[in-house]
């Protein structure tokens, strides 16, 4: 994959709330200029994928902004890039 025109990659995101897994290990990529749509039906874990995604629920996984890994970041921090 051409990871120079990636603009955000996941790898491996999941979560869980508490002893319950909500979030598969997922991942995915996108190109600048991608437009994205996550479908599925309720209880898929779509919303939780963007909650982990900007870290308002505990999670494991990378995410890479740009080319910078910005897993350890504050959400502030996230929301800014």
């Given amino acids: 994959m051409d990871t120079q025109n990636l ?5 491996d995101l999941s979560a869980s709330y508490g002893q319950v897994r909500a979030l598969e290990p997922t991942s995915l990529h996108i190109k600048h200029g991608e ?3 996550v479908l599925g039906p309720n209880g898929a874990g ?3 994928m963007l909650r982990a995604m900007i870290q308002l ?5 990378q995410l890479k902004f740009m080319g910078q890994d910005v897993t350890r ?3 502030h921090e996230r929301s800014r890039a």
């Fill in 7 to 11: 603009l955000l990659e996941v790898h």
């Fill in 35 to 37: 437009l994205v749509t």
């Fill in 46 to 48: 779509k919303s939780t």
């Fill in 57 to 61: 629920i505990d999670c494991s996984g």
């Fill in 73 to 75: 970041l504050p959400t």
